[in-house]
Nanobody, 119 residues
């Protein structure tokens, strides 16, 4: 069974930084893509950042230049470095990984970690 476990959320003041981590139970290099999503109260879940197996990266426009996605294959861990945080970044952040299982792409989710940006 594939498990993704997020950590690193918390309460931070505007302008502050946090680093989220997502540790996987399966070799991170086996995932087709891995990404971070977020969901704020009353809003739909949205893609924040994604990295493909080949290293291609894309970001939500509103986080470009502030957030950085990265991975450590040796530690089977995905990261999201978040700088210059704004109140609008407040949300539950979820880690997602996509695997090819029996010739189909299957997505897996962590349980989420709360990020709150407030003074």
């Amino acid at each position: 069974q594939v498990q993704l476990v997020e950590s690193g959320g918390g309460l931070v003041q505007p302008g502050g930084s946090l680093r989220l981590s997502c540790t996987t139970s399966k070799s991170i290099s086996s995932f087709v893509t891995m990404g971070w999503y977020r969901q704020a109260p009353g809003k739909e879940r949205e893609l924040v950042a994604r990295i493909t197996h080949g290293g291609n990266i894309n970001y939500l426009d509103s986080v470009k230049g502030r957030f950085t996605i990265s991975r450590d294959n040796r530690k089977n861990t995905l990261y999201l470095q978040m700088n210059s945080l704004k109140p609008d970044d407040t949300a539950v952040y979820y880690c997602n990984g996509a695997l090819i299982v029996e010739e189909e792409i299957r997505g897996y989710w962590g349980r989420g970690t709360q990020v709150s940006v407030s003074s």
